[in-house]
Each structure stands twice: as C-alpha cells, then as structure tokens.
C-alpha cells in the first residue's frame, strides 16, 4: 500500500523554514544588544545576577545560531539530516545555563559579595520580559507546523530567557528596594532545574512531533499512542 504524506506541502515549508530563519536572526540581534548591555551593567554593580543573565544571552546567540546554519540549508532533506546536531549544541547551551546559574546562585545565597542596586539592569530585564515570549511563542509556532524539534527546543531557550528575565527583574527590585539578596539565588536554582529538564528533552529529540510521511499501518499505530491533541509520548509540540 502506497504510504500517506502527512505535514505541510513543500512550498508551506520553505515558507516556515524562511519565517523560521527571521526569528533566529531578529533572537540573535536581540541577544547580542542584550548581553552587552548586562555584562556591562552588572561589571559596575558587582551583580553576579546581571553577568549571569549576560551570558545567559550569550548562550541564547549560540543556540540561535545552530538553528540558523541548520535553516541556512535550502534543501529540506539537509535541514533534517541537520537537526541532530543542532540539537545537541542547543542541549549542550542548556546544561552549561544550569551550570553556571546553579553555581552563581550558591555562591550568591553563601554570601560572597553584595551587589549595587542597578536601573539599567532593571531596564532590560523588563524589557527582555516583554520581547522574548512573543519571538519564543512565533517561532515555536513555525516549528511545531515544521517538524523541526531543534526549532521548537531553541524556542524554549527563548522562553527559559523570559524565566530567567522575570527572576532578574524580581531579584533586582527586591534588592534596590527591600534589600533582600536571597530572593534571586533562590529563584534561579528553579530556573537552572528548569534548563536541566529542557536540556535533557532537547538532546533526547523531544521537542516536537515530526511531520514525516509515514503509511497507513504507522499512522494507525502512533494513533493509538497519541494523546488527545495528538501527539505521541514524550511530545512537547502540543500547547
């Protein structure tokens, strides 16, 4: 029996893989103005909080970027062939994220060094919080229709950023205002728990249901695995 083509037509998908590819390089200039403005901020405060959302930022370029050379391909059969290992680097950006911010949390919660209240950190963490989830929300849209699980896991980089930005912003405010230097360290080792959990699913190809063209026979038997949106086990493309 012939098999059954299912997930967009090819002009849909080149269409996705170019909005796809826009999101990566609107997130990587964001990202870049982002982690200069606070390692640069959080230097003159003495804010291990504001460096580590520096790098945080740089490890978002990085996860950006793998997704942009596995888009940079315009054959669909590279761009999957692609994925495994932009999956890996972006697997890779998660667990060095939980590293550091676990680390920087202990260190912040064991005492070593008070930070400076900081307004430019205040300013872009707020602004991070606004931007980040409507470039995470879009491409993880274009990446669920797509397929593409490295897509949709650099999404949820995007989306860890907003986390990590509302931490900051919390964390800063508390500190110029009330001058409680625990709230942050506290939140950020749920973060990094947060990123070991979405590293974990990345490097294991979890992060989308796979449009491929399958038969019948295999349609039938991922139906009867599927959830009620759809999806088989260990699927996050679902909302």
């Not at 796809?20 to 390089?25: E, K, N």
């Not at 907003?162 to 625990?182: C, D, E, F, R």
């Not at 295999?218 to 699927?235: F, I, M, R, S």
Request: glycine share 8%; net charge neutral.
């Amino acid at each position: 029996m012939a098999s059954l083509p299912i997930g967009p037509s090819a002009v849909r998908r080149d269409a996705l893989a170019k909005r796809i590819r826009l999101l990566v390089t609107a997130t990587i200039t964001y990202n870049v103005v982002e982690a200069a403005v606070a390692l640069t901020a959080g230097t003159l405060a003495s804010s291990t909080a504001l460096i580590g959302f520096g790098l945080d930022s740089v490890i978002e370029v990085t996860s950006a970027a793998a997704v942009a050379w596995q888009f940079s391909a315009r054959d669909h059969a590279l761009r999957e062939a692609r994925e495994k290992t932009t999956l890996r680097i972006i697997a890779v950006s998660f667990f060095a994220l939980a590293a550091y911010v676990s680390i920087d949390a202990v260190r912040a919660l064991a005492g070593t060094g008070e930070a400076d209240r900081s307004i430019p950190g205040i300013v872009i963490a707020a602004l991070s919080l606004a931007v980040m989830p409507f470039l995470s929300a879009a491409q993880r849209k274009a990446g669920r229709e797509l397929g593409s699980a490295s897509a949709v896991a650099d999404s949820q980089q995007t989306l860890l950023c907003t986390y990590l930005s509302a931490v900051l912003l919390i964390g800063l405010v508390l500190n110029a205002t009330l001058g409680w230097t625990w709230a942050d360290p506290i939140a950020a080792l749920v973060i990094a728990a947060i990123a070991v959990k979405e590293g974990r699913d990345a490097w294991q190809g979890k992060g989308c249901c796979a449009s491929t063209a399958r038969t019948p026979a295999a349609l039938g038997a991922a139906a009867a695995e599927a959830d009620t949106c759809g999806c088989t086990p260990g699927c996050t493309c679902c909302p």
